[in-house]
């Protein structure tokens, strides 16, 4: 009887990563694959970005092979002096402000436009499914494939967009010449690319909200605006708040639509964070992959800080 109770009282319970692996070992196995590949194309890339932004290598330093030479690294370890250049750089805070500008344009005015065009399909009308189809292929065409046809036609000499007030008398417009049109002309774009987006998940919000409930605001005699304030706004605040992050995050990196409509340009006025950062790494001589680095870096941890605070506001206001 002494042994039996000795015996138990050494026993150790197993672990809780062994239990966890015993029980769901089909469910990890079928992770594995995914968690390795994101690891890969992911961590890797995300990790030496981080190394590379801590030392002072460029197109000079870094190990390369000329012909049958083969030339070691020399770049060496130089802590936060590239975020500490950055940071006083007034080009950083000129790229910021327009970068952060860019970003609410595009996402107020998707949010509305799509929350606006699912209101409306989320009525029964002739030809509902058709309307649908069209306003999601913007989504469905590849966003280069959108810049490039909308950059035919912003052309200032042969462009529709100008053919067409050539017709009414009105002279050539520079869209993407103009700084103040350019800013205007690829926000319109990238709101075109980003509409069905909002259309679709805010559709499928409003396609959640009960019935019920606007036929009892109606029987009370709520006008439609009431309805439209009080229970479809409600209704979608889970939903809205999702694709209002998503958006913000896609849009603050947006490299296919600036750079491919405007290169950043006229001169340097469209250009964002995530371009700026393209160009000192892949177009200026030298290449300066520690300073581009570090502008990632910086964005990386500008969008975390954006998502840690909109989503601690939500909690507080207890929509997530």
Not at 9 to 38: D, E
Not at 144 to 163: D, P, Q, T
Request: proline share 5%; aromatic share 12%; net charge positive.
């Amino acid at each position: 009887m002494t042994m039996t109770v000795d015996i138990g009282r050494t026993a150790k319970p197993p672990g809780r990563i062994r239990t966890a692996l015993a029980r769901h070992w089909y469910a990890w196995a079928m992770v594995a694959p995914v968690v390795i590949v994101l690891g890969l194309i992911i961590g890797y890339p995300l990790g030496r970005g981080v190394y590379l932004s801590l030392t002072d290598a460029d197109e000079t330093n870094v190990e390369r092979t000329i012909g049958i030479n083969h030339l070691p690294a020399t770049y060496r370890f130089t802590g936060l002096d590239n975020f500490t250049a950055v940071l006083k750089d007034e080009v950083f805070l000129d790229r910021l402000l327009w970068t952060v500008t860019w970003t609410v344009s595009c996402v107020a005015v998707t949010f509305c436009l799509g929350l606006g065009l699912a209101v409306l399909l989320n009525r029964r009308f002739a030809g509902r499914a058709v309307y649908r189809s069209l306003l999601i292929l913007p989504w469905a065409v590849p966003a280069f494939v959108s810049v490039f046809a909308w950059r035919l036609l912003y052309n200032e000499r042969n462009g529709i967009l100008n053919k067409l007030l050539d017709g009414g008398g009105i002279d050539a417009v520079p869209w993407l010449n103009d700084p103040t049109l350019a800013k205007v002309s690829v926000i319109a774009v990238n709101v075109w690319i980003g509409v069905p987006f909002m259309l679709v998940a805010l559709l499928g919000g409003l396609q959640s909200i009960p019935g019920e409930r606007y036929e009892a605001a109606e029987m009370d005699g709520a006008s439609p605006w009431q309805r439209f304030r009080h229970i479809t706004l409600p209704g979608l605040r889970a939903v809205s708040s999702t694709v209002v992050l998503l958006s913000t995050i896609w849009t603050f990196n947006m490299f296919p639509v600036i750079y491919l409509l405007t290169r950043g340009g006229p001169g340097d006025t469209t250009e964002i964070l995530v371009t700026y950062a393209y160009r000192i790494s892949f177009v200026n001589s030298p290449r300066d992959y520690a300073g581009a680095s570090a502008w990632g870096v910086l964005i990386l941890l500008i969008l975390l800080l954006f998502a840690v605070v909109y989503r601690r506001a939500l909690r507080k206001q207890g929509e997530v």
